[in-house]
């Protein structure tokens, strides 16, 4: 099949086709990274911006290694929270972004829908590096990869996703992302952050750390966002890595060649212990270098046209 | 000049009339309503009215008319041009501007605004705190004698129930009604839309039906407490219209109004983040729609009312979670509303009730009526009249309408307001 989109917003859009293809070039590509030079010429005249909104170390450079591995130029622009103050909105910041002709705009936005908005409005291609709480979907791709290569595939696996759902847009994509692989998605965490309208998704949800990772096949922890003490979604630190927080003795409960894994950056010792982000069962490294991989991928995909004749 | 509606059906619901009648109108005065033909037309202007609906002038109690302070998006001229076009005649202009409406000197700038370019009766509502801050009374008595018809902290509702006790009661010393926006600032939170499965799915933070329905519940304890007139404004939830008919069915002195966006839409239009869904209370699920329109059908919503709120580009057409809530609805209440005739919810007197009997009965205002001696105003209506909804053909200087290209059926031929047309479609 050929990939046809202009924009890359989220999974929902995306056909299991579609996510296979993308799995399958980046493997195809992920060698290149091991090279002794790592850089081919397939990208070469081509400019990829990154706009950032939001802090993000991983997911920016991981895509600004993925278009330099491939000879896009790069350029990153990242927007303190305060530029809004000086009155550009996020429609004209883009139009004038535009106007120096990038091939593709990749941005990370605190709002929901911010890429949706960019998409409608210019020419170039725009790729979704995660808006607000509703979806990153280069993250839940690069899950994808690392799974098929732990598992071997991608279908009939159980799957739980720990922690503050309601808040995550990695739970959002990668729920929507294993669901329509085949797998089946369990969540968990305290109900003040597992909104009840995410059965609608497909999911099972459980109020139990230790019933979502029973027979468990990947174990995916979120990043428990600190903040939200000061909200009342739970109480303390200690009761939420008592109650929610993976440790060794849980591994037990699930799949024997099971994979735990973590979107980043880790608080350790809250959601997840050393012994389990350290240890044998620890997939995170390779998260992340599949990160490079799956971006390279999205980006040859939406601007390597030119070369695939 | 004298003038003559011939050869229409007159619905005047508050005379239980809905029958054949002409109409004779002078100096601004319905003069009387007789069987067709009695009233001869020789030397007074005919409109023939044959196959048209004549009514009571609509009333639109809760809009926005942004003057003061925001003519950009919308003026006492522009908004009243709106409201003409759309059928109405009078309109409830809500004390948001910029001064907030919330003293005599304000009050009596918006009334001369409106001598000098309206097209339609503005009556304004004045604010129930001082600069809606939910901290100190506004002055009321002030406030009504330079022409405020309804008390209402819109869009800011009171949180302090023991502030809100004091305005009700102290609203009752003047017989002015308040007009809540019920709605729980701390449950609302940051929220933007409907909390439900499509906010989960579009990661929008969500106002749950809650936020409206324990303010609901707690303004129709104070007003059993006070026994002060309370109108709930913009019911949106099934859980608002169950409270409201228990508190009628208790003999509670409490009127509540919907709009037509929370019977024609769902939380479903805000898919693809479309900002003019974007509103406050926030378009809620199809069991909400059926609950509000059984609410309409039974009484327990005794007004429909458009909520318009223009707001322009700039706070529009931003990221979802930025933009500004609200839409505009003059332009399209009449037609929206139609559809729950067309569709058997309402008997064409029972919507005309909501839209102009009830209305003038709650803010205790002249209109609502075709009784000899009542202002001439007046709504003509094509209910079979087919249109399609184009905002560049509005009045309005705004454009924010989720409904932009929506078919209706049913449309204002003629708005007259004192014995004159001021709109002709």
């Known amino acids: ?309 | 000049m004298s003038l003559l509606i011939t050869g229409g059906l007159v619905v005047d619901p508050s005379q239980n009339l809905t029958a054949a009648r002409d109409v004779l109108i002078a100096e601004g005065k319905i003069i009387a309503l007789e069987p067709p033909g009695r009233l001869l037309p020789e030397g007074r202007q005919i409109i023939a009215a044959q196959g048209l609906v004549v009514t009571c002038g609509l009333i639109d109690m809760h809009v926005h008319l942004r003057e003061p302070g925001e003519e950009y998006k919308e003026t006492i001229a522009s908004g009243t041009r709106a409201a003409a076009q759309g059928g109405f005649t009078a309109v409830a202009a809500m004390p948001n501007t910029k001064p907030v409406n919330d003293n005599a000197t304000t009050t009596r700038f918006i009334l001369e605004r409106a001598k000098l370019t309206a097209s339609a009766r503005v009556y304004p509502v004045a604010a129930v705190t001082v600069g809606s801050q939910g901290q100190a009374l506004a002055e009321y008595a002030d406030l009504k004698g330079a022409g405020a018809v309804a008390l209402s902290d819109d869009g800011r509702p009171v949180m302090n129930a023991l502030l809100m006790r004091r305005a009700l009661e102290y609203a009752r010393t003047f017989d002015l009604p308040i007009i809540s926006h019920a709605e729980d600032l701390h449950l609302r939170a940051d929220g933007v839309m409907h909390e439900g499965v499509v906010s989960v799915c579009l990661g929008l933070k969500g106002i749950p039906a809650a936020a409206e329905e324990v303010m609901v519940s707690r303004e129709v304890a104070l007003a059993q407490l006070t026994g002060a007139r309370l109108h709930i404004a913009h019911v949106s939830t099934a859980g608002s219209v169950e409270i409201i008919r228990r508190a009628k069915a208790a003999g509670i002195p409490v009127t509540a109004e919907t709009a037509p966006h929370y019977f024609s839409l769902t939380d479903e239009a805000v898919e693809g983040y479309n900002t003019n869904a974007k509103v406050n209370p926030p378009l809620r699920t199809a069991t909400d729609v059926a609950a509000i329109k059984a609410g309409l059908a039974d009484g327990t919503l005794d007004a429909i009312a458009s909520d318009h709120a223009p707001h322009s580009s700039l706070e529009k057409d931003l990221e979802f979670a930025a933009a500004a809530f609200g839409l505009i609805g003059l332009e399209t209440s009449l037609g929206l509303s139609l559809k729950l005739v067309h569709d058997g919810h309402l008997t064409l007197s029972q919507l005309i009730a909501k839209m102009s009997t009830n209305p003038a009965r709650i803010l205790g205002v002249e209109g609502g009526t075709l009784t000899p001696g009542a202002p001439a105003d007046l709504t003509i209506i094509d209910l079979q009249r087919e249109w399609q909804v184009e905002v560049n053909s509005f009045a309005s200087k705004s454009r924010n309408c989720p409904f932009q290209g929506w078919r209706l059926k049913g449309q204002a031929v003629y708005t007259i307001l004192g014995g004159k047309v001021v709109w002709q479609a």
Not at chain 1, 125 to 130: D, E, F, L, P, Q
Not at chain 1, 215 to 222: E, N, S, T
Not at chain 1, 245 to 254: D, E, K, N, P, Q
Not at chain 1, 272 to 283: L, R
């Open chain 1, 1 to 309: 099949m050929a990939y046809q989109r202009k924009d890359l917003l989220g999974i929902e859009d995306l056909s299991a086709e579609e996510i296979q293809l993308i799995l399958d070039t980046a493997d195809s590509l992920k060698e290149i990274s091991t090279r002794s030079i790592k850089k081919v010429p397939t990208l070469r005249g081509k400019t990829v911006v990154t706009l950032f909104y939001e802090p993000s170390t991983r997911t920016r450079m991981s895509f600004e290694i993925a278009a330099k591995r491939l000879s896009a130029d790069t350029v990153n622009l990242t927007v303190a929270a305060s530029s809004a103050v000086k009155g550009e909105t996020l429609a004209d910041t883009a139009h004038n972004l535009e106007a120096m002709q990038p091939d593709l705009l990749i941005i990370r936005h605190q709002a929901s829908g911010a890429p949706h908005f960019l998409a409608r409005r210019l020419r170039c291609g725009v790729v979704n590096a995660g808006d607000g709480l509703h979806e990153h979907p280069t993250q839940a791709l690069l899950d994808l990869l690392t799974v098929r290569e732990a598992k071997g595939r991608l279908s009939g696996l159980k799957v739980a996703i720990i922690g503050d759902i309601a808040h995550s847009r990695v739970a959002r994509s990668n729920i929507r992302a294993f669901t329509k692989m085949g797998s089946e998605v369990t969540v968990a965490g305290p109900a003040t952050m597992l909104p009840p309208y995410l059965a609608t998704m497909g999911v099972k949800m459980v109020y139990s750390l230790e019933e979502a990772v029973r027979g468990a096949d990947v174990i995916m922890m979120l990043r428990l966002q600190l903040e939200r003490m000061g909200q009342w979604f739970f109480p303390t630190l200690r009761e939420y890595s008592a109650t929610f927080g993976l440790a060794l003795r849980h591994l037990a409960l699930a799949k024997e060649d099971v994979i735990i894994m973590h979107p980043g950056p880790i608080n350790r010792g809250v959601e997840i212990s050393p012994e389990v982000a350290d240890g044998p069962y620890s997939v995170i490294l390779e998260q992340v270098t599949n990160g490079v991989a799956v971006r390279m991928a999205v980006l040859l995909l939406h601007i390597g046209g030119g070369e695939k004749s």
